[in-house]
Nanobody, 120 residues
Framework: QVQLVESGGGLVQIGGSLRLSCAAS????????MGWYRQAPGKQRELVAA???????NYADSVKGRFTISRDNAKNTVYLQMNSLKPEDTAVYYC??????????????WGQGTLVTVSS
């Protein structure tokens, strides 16, 4: 079993910054992509940013230039640095990891979510 534990959410003012962290643990054989998704009230979950083990990144257009995803592959940890936050960034942010577990099974794990609230 694989667990993802997120931290770093909270309340921040417009224009402020937050850094989210997510650590994967358990019976992990390999992780390919790790990323962040978010879900705002009444909206579908959407990709925010993802990064493969090889360093390829993908960002939602709405966060390009403001958010930066990084990874520590040795620690199976992914970070999301969020700058210039806007009210529309308010959402529950979920960490995701895909790869394979120790039993050779495909892995698609989700964290429990961390709330980010951007307010004036």
């Amino acid at each position: 079993q694989v667990q993802l534990v997120e931290s770093g959410g909270g309340l921040v003012q417009i224009g402020g910054s937050l850094r989210l962290s997510c650590a994967a643990s358990g019976r992990i054989f390999s992780i390919n992509a790790m990323g962040w998704y978010r879900q705002a009230p009444g909206k579908q979950r959407e990709l925010v940013a993802a990064k493969t083990s090889g360093g390829i990144t993908n960002y939602a257009d709405s966060v390009k230039g403001r958010f930066t995803i990084s990874r520590d592959n040795a620690k199976n940890t992914v970070y999301l640095q969020m700058n210039s936050l806007k009210p529309e960034d308010t959402a529950v942010y979920y960490c995701n990891a895909d790869g394979f577990d120790d039993f050779g099974r495909a892995l698609d794990a989700w964290g429990q979510g961390t709330l980010v609230t951007v307010s004036s």
